[in-house]
């Protein structure tokens, strides 16, 4: 053989090998606060669960409470110990057990029947017949010892699991709930937070221990210590994460909107605006458009009083943003204004209608797919972070108009403006006026199903 068939022989089989008794090379394991497998033990033991510590993935953690997975049913005890013990996991636990016991008691035969056939060979005097007999045992004994160590040895570096009999297990879930998107809307009373990711970190790297007994200050309106500052994320204590929505300046809202960093196109950012909303489709838009759900800038920001005349905010900017599927649009009444136009509305209720300020609409212009007309609709709070269809041009019953003098020298002089009379059986879907006052993002997660009116409806 040359020397060149001699490399490649060596090569394929030190490969070989490699694969039979390597460990198998593992993934970088999971945050265990981020894995729903991980449960710490207190968490495992207090809903009667079976606690295993460092098991899998699940790793690290207090001494007094560490992490593990958790079994919904404990260990099977029997009355009998094999090898001293007798807790056992599942079958194959204790099968695995009963073999290495009978594999110490054959160990123990074997010796025995090898001190027998040396005896007999040392007091054979010569008889071959005996000599016979006890070279027949001890070979014997030798490939029985062979054959009982031999397959353990060989299954166990072509694979552990065969020779562990590890079953399936059925571990756990963590429960998980269902938080909302900004730490700001929950309930803080008995929750801890710690920082997962800072608002220019696109992932988290690294686990971040929680605070123990501290909790971090959710007043937002604390400038001393404005820890959640927009777009940060945070683990919470019961389990998922949150983001923080605090922004420094008055009038200004958290949301992913106009990005300026190209790295990370949804950054979350302060921007000047009362009402951030986000129109998405489920799969298909049905009956709009789905690169363009609503007219581009063309949205309008009402307030309705308790009678069912509204007016439209009547410096309402609005920025929007469309892409297949999915629509972001802020809109912005305080921009210019020396008097907030939304109080200037509330204000207008009182004096001009006798009547108080039941809330908020937002006003749009439906792009039907595949037709020159569009279509009005209106949406209100459907509580949360959900909007709520209001219907269509059908959700206004009158329309009228009044002469306004203008409040700022943006657009001096005298206006008149359209006022519409509302379906007041909907005035409890209109979004609070204190809610837009103080910010609010606003999702619709499925546009399809917007209805579609035809003209006799």
Sequence with gaps: MNFGKKVITIAVLAMILSLIGAPMARAESMLPSLNTLCWQQSACTSIGGTFYKSFGDCKGGAVENPWGMCLPAGSVTTSIAFGGNNNFLHIGDYILTVYNYALGIVSIVAVAVLIIAGLQWMTSGGNSDMITRSKKRIFGVVIGLIIAYGSYLILYNINPATVNLRLPQVWMLREQKMLTEFCSDLDSKDLLFSLAADSTNAEQKKEIKLTGKEKFDLKYEDKTKPLFFCGKRFFVSTGGTCKGNYCSKSGELCINFDSDDTSNPNKYWC???????????????????????????????????????????????TKTESSEGLQKFYLVSRKGVSVSDIDNSVKWCKDKQNSEAAGMFIKVEMNADWSPYDQNH??????????????????????????????????????????????TSKLDKLIPVDKVKGGISLNLDDAGTIKFFTKQE
């Design 271 to 317: 921007k000047q605006a009362d009402i951030f909303v986000t129109l998405k489709c489920a799969g298909d838009c049905g009956p709009w458009e789905s690169n363009q759900i609503t007219n581009n800038n063309e949205q309008e920001l009402w307030l309705a009083c308790n009678n069912g005349w509204a007016t439209e905010l009547e410096y309402t900017e």
């Design 378 to 423: 209106f949406f209100g709070y459907g509580g949360g972070t959900n909007l709520v269809d209001l219907g269509g041009d059908q959700f206004v019953v009158a329309k009228d108009a009044f002469i306004k003098e203008a409040t700022t020298d943006l657009s001096p002089g005298l206006h008149s403006l359209i006022i519409y009379k509302i379906d």
